[in-house]
Each structure stands twice: as C-alpha cells, then as structure tokens.
Nanobody, 130 residues
Framework: QVQLVESGGGSVQAGGSLRLSCAAS????????MAWFRQAPGKEREGVAA????????YHADSVKGRFTISQDNAKNTVYLQMNSLKPEDTAMYYC???????????????????????WGQGTQVTVSS
C-alpha cells in the first residue's frame, strides 16, 4: 500500500512563500496522478494543483494560477507545491492525494476536478497572516 507523507507547511506573513512536499513511499513507476487539495475551516475542500505522471501535464486552480506551481522529482517519488505571494485566504490544511498507474492521460484531470483520488496524506497546515 502506497503511503503519502506531506511536509513543508507552516506560518508565514502575506506575500511570503512556502514549499510543500509530498513523498510517495513504495512506488517507483512513472504513471501516476498526484494532487494538492486544501480545506479551510467551514469551507469545502478545494483542488489546488495536480501533476500527471502520464504525459507530464499540470493543472492549477484559477485561484492560485501565477502564484503556485506544482512540480515533481521522479527520482524521489515526490511532488512539490511551490507557493509564492501567499494571501491570508490561502490559509488551510493542505492535503496530498494520488492514484498510481497505469493511468490514462485524461484520468488525472477528471479525478482532480472531482476530488476522487484514492490515496490521501494526513495533511499539513498552512497559515498566512496579514
């Protein structure tokens, strides 16, 4: 059973940066979908960004485009979320989620939009103060 381990959360002031990491244990393939979601207190879970190992496609929510970037390091089985120009409204628990191959190229986008990936991490808190 593949497990996801997140790290990199913390507290920053508005305008600051953080980089989240999500490492997938026990998996070394190239066909996967890994994504970041977030949930603030009292709000619904929101998809932030996704990376498809099948094709190398990336997806970013409109709310974070131009500020957040998802990337990967296959050698480390890790996906990163670089978060720049953070705003107080980015404050949330951030979760990594994934499915592992073989996956079609369209699989990742549809599962990211629906939030229906199978494996979830425990989450890492991001707090942005004004």
């Amino acid at each position: 059973q593949v497990q996801l381990v997140e790290s990199g959360g913390g507290s920053v002031q508005a305008g600051g940066s953080l980089r989240l990491s999500c490492a997938a244990s026990e998996y070394s393939g190239s066909s996967y979908c890994m994504a970041w979601f977030r949930q603030a207190p009292g709000k619904e879970r929101e998809g932030v960004a996704a990376f498809s190992g099948t094709g190398g496609d990336t997806y970013h929510a409109d709310s974070v485009k131009g500020r957040f970037t998802i990337s990967q390091d296959n050698a480390k089985n890790t996906v990163y979320l670089q978060m720049n120009s953070l705003k107080p409204e980015d404050t949330a628990m951030y979760y990594c989620a994934a499915d592992f191959g073989p996956l079609s190229r369209r699989y990742c986008y549809s599962r990211f939009i629906s939030g229906s990936l199978s494996v979830w991490g425990q989450g890492t808190q991001v707090t942005v103060s004004s």
